[in-house]
């Protein structure tokens, strides 16, 4: 059973920053694709930001150049630099992974507010 535990949340004021932390139960090489996604209330959940196990990244046009998302292989952990945040980024942020077989798994999900 995969396991994504997501950390890192919180309120920050706008222009501020915060780092989401995803530790994986197993290897990050069990898995072909390893993501971000939000969800605003009232909105569909939307892909933020994704990391491929070739490293290939992949960003949504609303975050290039503010959120950064990495990998620590040795620590199973992927995390999601967010700087100059907006208030329009505020939503609960998921945790995703997928297998080579294109099965999703998800974390919990993490509360991010950014007040004006």
């Known amino acids: 059973q995969v396991q994504l535990v997501e950390s890192g949340g919180g309120l920050v004021q706008a222009g501020g920053s915060l780092r989401l932390s995803c530790a994986a139960s197993?290897?990050?090489?069990?898995?072909?694709?390893m993501g971000w996604y939000r969800q605003a209330p009232g909105k569909e959940r939307e892909l933020v930001a994704s990391?491929?196990?070739?490293?290939?990244?992949n960003y949504a046009d609303s975050v290039k150049g503010r959120f950064t998302i990495s990998r620590d292989n040795a620590k199973n952990t992927v995390y999601l630099q967010m700087n100059s945040l907006k208030p329009e980024d505020t939503a609960v942020y998921y945790c995703?992974?997928?297998?080579?077989?294109?099965?999703?798994?998800w974390g919990q999900g993490t509360q991010v507010t950014v007040s004006s």
């Open positions: 995703n992974a997928r297998n080579f077989y294109m099965l999703d798994y």
């Open positions: 197993g290897s990050l090489f069990n898995f072909n694709a």
């Open positions: 990391t491929t196990s070739g490293g290939t990244t």
